[in-house]
C-alpha cells in the first residue's frame, strides 16, 4: 500500500487487497437498498431517494447519543435539500431559479445560494481555463456540471450540521463520503472503470473525499467542447478525485471536453487527481 498525495485516501494495492469493498462505484450494484440497525454505539441508516433527475443513496453511520428520532430527522432535512434543489434550481424547469435567471427575471444576488453556485461556475471557468463554462451553453447559463455534486454537498453539509460525521452519499458514478463506515474504519471504496467493466477497480480507503465522473452516460455529445460549441469526442470517460464534489464534477466535465490537455490542471501539488481519462 501506499499513502497518496491527497490527505485521507489510502490508494490499496488490489494484489493484497482482500476485504469486501463497502461502497462499489461505477457498476449499477452501488445502489443501497434501506436497513437499519444498530451496532454499538452507533445507528446505521442506508436510504435511497430519487428526484426528477437523480438517485440518490445515503449511508449515514451516527452517534447513538442522537437517537433514532435525531437520525430521522437529519436524514429528512438531507433529503429535503437534494429534493429541493431539483425543484428551485434544474435548469430544464422554466420556473427554477437559473430559468429565471437566463431569461433576465432575478440577478445572482436575489438568492444566496445561487449567488454561491454562479460563483463557483466562474471559478471553474477559470481553473480548467474555460473548459468548464457554464455560459457556453444553448440557452445560457447552464450549471449542470456540477450542479449534481453542489447538491450532494449541501445536503452533506446538513447532516453534519445535525451532528453525523460518518456518512456516504452516492449518485450515479459520483461519491462523497466522511469519517468511517459501520464497521469503525475508513470507508473501502471500488472504483470501476467507467466504461470498461473488465478491468479491475481501484480500490481506496477514504475518510473523507469526492469522486466525480463525466462521459458514462452513453449519449455520445452531452458534454460539448465550449470554445467550438461541436460535441466532445476525445475521451470515453473522466474520473477525477478530491475533497469537493461539485469541484471534482466540474473538473471531470472539463476533463471531457479538453482531452489530454486537460491533465496539466492536476499537476504536482493539486488537491485534484485524475483517476480515469481514457482516449475514445
Known sequence: MRIDEQPRTRWVDQATFRRRP??????????VDRADSVTGDRISVRHTVRTSTAEYSLLLNAPEWLGRRGVGEALRDAVAELRAIDLTYGPVRPESLVSRLRRGEISPESYSPLAD???????????????????AVPGGFDPGGLLGGWAVERAAARLRAAGIHDYAVLTGA???VRGHAAHGGPWRVAVHH??????????LEMTAGAVGTSGVTG????????HTGE?????????????????ADAYATALYAAG??????????????VLFAHRR
Open 174 to 176: 459520483d461519491l462523497v
Open 194 to 203: 467507467p466504461t470498461d467493466q473488465r478491468r479491475a477497480p481501484l480500490v
Open 260 to 273: 489530454p490537455a486537460g491533465l496539466a490542471w492536476f499537476r504536482t501539488g493539486s488537491d485534484y487527481r
Open 22 to 31: 463497502d461502497l462499489r462505484l461505477g457498476t449499477r450494484s452501488h445502489r
Open 231 to 247: 460535441p466532445a469526442d476525445q475521451l470515453t470517460a473522466a474520473t477525477v478525485i478530491g475533497p469537493d464534489l461539485a469541484v
Open 219 to 226: 449519449r455520445h455529445g452531452h458534454v460539448v467542447d465550449p
Open 117 to 135: 453556485l454562479v460563483d463557483r461556475c466562474a471559478a471553474m471557468r477559470a481553473a480548467t481555463d474555460g473548459w468548464f463554462d457554464a455560459w
